[in-house]
Structures are given as C-alpha cells and as structure tokens.
C-alpha cells in the first residue's frame, strides 16, 4: 500500500517560489508513474507535472511550462516540485500521485488514463496578488 505526504505549501505573493515535497512510502513497482495534480475550488482536479519512476523525460501542463519543474530523490523516496513565478492561478489544493498509465504524461491531459492510482492528502498553494 502506497502512502503519500506532501508538504511546503504556503501563501506566497504572485512572483514567488515554493517547492513542495511528497514523501513517499510503501512504494510499488506497479505504479510506473509519478506526478503533481492540482484542484481550485469550483474547479476538476487537473494534472500539473508527471515524471516516470525508472526515469525518463518529464512532462508538464502549458500553464505551467518553464516556471515549474518535477523531479524525485529515489534515495529519499521523494518526490518535488519546484514552483517559480507564481500566478494567482496556481491557487489550488496540490496533490501528489503514483498511478500506472501506458504513458505517464497522458495524464496531464486526461485523468481517467491513471489505473490504479495512490493520492496524498494535499498541501494548499495560495497566490496573492
């Protein structure tokens, strides 16, 4: 059974930077895939950033490209993000996830592709203008 903590969320104001960190324990190699998501009130939880577990290019939604990136410490089972210039629309509640998907980076676009998925608790990101 996968458990997933996240953490670093924060209030910051817009041009700021945060990393959060997912920690992560119970680790099965069924699940390939990594990646942050993201849910604003009123709004679907949509995919942020994903990176494959074994490696291998990451990939990340438009809104966020070249100001936000992933990675993963394997020797410390965690998981980052790394935000920089942050908007007011990057509020959201920000979730980290393991799931299986034939490509990790469908998820981005399309959440139902995540088989078998394993969600953190979520840590809040509040963008001030």
């Known amino acids: 059974q996968v458990q997933l903590v996240e953490s670093g969320g924060s209030s910051v104001q817009a041009g700021g930077s945060l990393r959060l960190s997912c920690a992560a324990s119970?680790?099965?190699?069924?699940?390939?895939?990594m990646g942050w998501f993201r849910q604003a009130p009123g709004k679907e939880r949509e995919g942020v950033a994903t990176?494959?577990?074994?490696?291998?290019?990451?990939a990340y939604a438009d809104s966020v490209k070249g100001r936000f990136t992933i990675s993963r410490d394997n020797a410390k089972n965690t998981l980052y993000l790394q935000m920089n210039s942050l908007k007011p629309e990057d509020t959201a509640m920000y979730y980290c996830?393991?799931?299986?998907?034939?490509?990790?980076?469908?998820?981005?676009?399309?959440?139902?592709?995540?088989?078998?998925?394993?969600w953190g608790q979520g840590t809040q990101v509040t963008v001030s203008s």
């Open positions: 119970g680790y099965s190699v069924r699940s390939p895939c």
């Open positions: 996830a393991t799931y299986r998907a034939l490509r990790c980076m469908s998820a981005i676009q399309a959440l139902g592709v995540m088989a078998s998925p394993s």
């Open positions: 990176i494959p577990s074994s490696g291998g290019d990451a």
